[in-house]
């Protein structure tokens, strides 16, 4: 979120610094890259959001090309999404936005998918970025070629108000140690499942998620399986990314875990028993950042001239593209049209009645 909004503002001539503890820390890093409002199966202005995102990635993607010179790995594979039962693929909330498959439509989409699966849903307008290989390191350089300077390794201290409640300053210190005071009237807040601690009001928590990656024959999985518990992202030099588990109550406890690694490899011989037998190649975890309803906070924040750009949950890599552009444009001083506008109201900081967890 914060590389977006910031090559986005310096793209209009703003003058931008990127604040970072350690990059590797970011969600970008560590995600799938799925494209999938409708495999996900979201609902109500979260899928608007995620909808006009999705229709926003190619004209975005290729504004960061264009600056970075590398190729962020963008691919409209499109996601088959399997079910038990015929009754269950109705249930999905974004069933009519698919395409119905019976169980010799899914061989057909994935061939040597497991045989619990009878029924399913294919929907081509979702797809995949590769984040972790080529997004992230796109984003960087795009930044970099458009002026926006980067501190990395340091720590934001505190959040300084001025007389009237307005930001004024921003407290650092630097990766050597030495603490100093940001002038600035306007900045984003965009530090993901660590959000809370520099604006309490925030109700978001961590919740971790372990993945791995095999490398299975080039061209042998076309389409994004989007499994319950479990999904398969195949990129087109034949890496399979598996992902993720969903462990609330870790906190940020890192490392990898034996159960979570089971749940995994379960969760690929449920969907594709062949990819088993598939080398590993890496494995991670990370932390999505979750709000009580599941959805972003975008916008205005309790602190004049602080703006928010944190809590989307599992869609992160997908919201990019319209969070950059809402955010961003409000940052500039531009108003957004009617539509977009009333699409932000629903993502406002006080939204929650309390400041329960997820």
């Keep these: 979120m914060g590389l977006a909004i910031a090559h986005h503002l310096a793209q209009a001539g703003g003058r931008v610094r990127v604040l970072s503890r350690r990059r590797q820390e970011a969600a970008g890093f560590v995600a799938a890259g799925m494209l999938a409002p409708h495999a996900e199966g979201l609902a109500g202005p979260l899928l608007s959001l995620g909808q006009r995102s999705l229709a926003a990635i190619p004209g975005w993607v290729a504004r960061v090309e264009a600056d970075a010179g590398l190729r962020c790995g963008l691919r409209p594979c499109g996601i088959v999404v399997p079910f038990a039962t015929a009754a269950e693929r109705d249930r999905c909330p974004t069933a009519a936005q698919g395409e119905a498959l019976d169980r010799a439509g899914l061989e057909r989409e994935v061939a040597g998918l497991g045989p619990r699966w009878q029924a399913g849903l294919l929907f081509p307008q979702d797809g995949q970025i590769d984040n972790r290989r080529g997004l992230m390191r796109a984003l960087e350089r795009a930044c970099v070629e458009r002026g926006v300077g980067f501190e990395e390794g340091g720590e934001v201290l505190a959040l300084q108000r001025d007389g009237s409640g307005a930001l004024e300053a921003v407290g650092w210190r630097s990766a050597a140690g030495r603490q100093e005071l940001l002038r600035c009237n306007q900045a984003v807040l965009a530090c993901g499942a660590w959000s809370g601690r520099l604006l309490p009001q925030l109700p978001i928590a961590p919740v971790k998620g372990q993945m791995l990656s095999l490398q299975g024959p080039r061209q042998a999985l076309q389409r994004v399986i989007f499994g319950p518990g479990t999904y398969l992202v195949p990129r087109q030099d034949g890496l399979l990314v598996v992902g993720a ?114």
């Design 245 to 358: 588990t969903s462990e609330p109550r870790a906190g940020f406890a890192g490392g990898l875990t034996p159960d979570g690694q089971r749940q995994l490899e379960a969760g690929i011989a449920a969907l594709l028993p062949e990819a088993s037998h598939w080398p590993p190649m890496e494995r991670w975890w990370g932390f999505r950042p979750c709000t009580p309803d599941e959805a972003p906070i975008l916008g205005h924040s309790p602190i004049p001239g602080l703006w928010l750009a944190t809590g989307h949950h599992r869609n992160g890599v997908l919201l990019a593209a319209i969070t950059a552009e809402l955010v961003g444009e409000q940052l500039l001083g531009r108003s957004l049209d009617a539509a977009a506008a009333e699409l932000l109201s629903h993502f406002r900081w006080d939204r929650f009645s309390s400041a329960a967890g997820c």
